[in-house]
């Protein structure tokens, strides 16, 4: 999603677009994602829509062809054909595409509590790349246990932290056992840039050859209904959160006030981000011996707490409309 709002914010520079066009383009993505409309009409969408002529309607289909459609290409069709078609740099999008749907991309947010409790925070990019590798590799078979424990201690001894490799390979195979990661879950995220890429869809053999030999009748789920909270519910939710003394509990209660609340994904994660990071603090309170130390982390917590009920009340007090959800898109940078 960032890189789609900062895509959408160059093609607003390069071709002088308004607010008004961009989201009209907003608008046309999103009827094609819905196959409500096809990607090889892009073009034409964009100059009956835009009231611009045939040249600047092709180069602004390129953009969002390589751009952004591409990455969609094993659900879409082929893409890559409509770019060549009308002469758009194939080769500079895919290149791009590998980039961005690259496993090192894609896991960086499974990767990120992990990071923290392996002690890896501060040891850059290529530790976290790294332990990606290792986890994939543990997942597809290509390492054993005692192949694990060998690469992670030559992590841990190049990123100089204290971890023990044995306890990170715990956390791993324990991974493995509770089917949080698996073989299938490593092929998806090897293979996920080539699958889509080639445009085919990522389908597990053993399903496909299931499904082909006899197909699967799954019996319907009883719905479940939700509970929607009213304007009242939340308030009082709010107000018990706010006279709350316990720090902990208050994190807690939040995370769950959090789950229940209709506010759109970004601002959502944005909050579980500040969470996490409350929880670690936390979890550091809890350890510290050094009375200083203790007042310092525990002032952090405090503000990170603050923080957090902040984004809480102003979430709960106004959800973003899909307009806003658009706007905050065009306005990442």
Known sequence: MDEHANALIELEKKFNLTNEKSRVILLIQKDILLKNQKGEELISLVQNNLKINDNISKQIALEIWGNYFLLFQDFLGK???????????????????????????????FIKPYIYDFGLENAGDAARDELIDIMLD???????EEALVDRLQALIAK????TKATDVADTIENLLVAGDISKKWAEYYANLAENVLSGRPFVDEEEKKETEEEPLVLEKPEAKPRKELSVAEIQEKINKLSSETDLIKKINDAKELLGGLNIYGMKKTEIYDTIKQAEISAEHLGKSQNVLEKRAVEDELRGLVDKIMADVKESAAAPASAEEIQSAMRDLG
């Open 138 to 144: 543990r997942a597809l078979g290509k390492i054993d």
């Open 159 to 162: 990123s100089k932290v204290e």
């Open 79 to 109: 893409v890559d054909d409509l770019i060549v078609q009308n002469g758009g740099d194939l080769k500079k999008n895919q290149e791009r595409a590998r980039k961005l749907l690259s496993p090192h991309r894609q896991l960086q947010d």
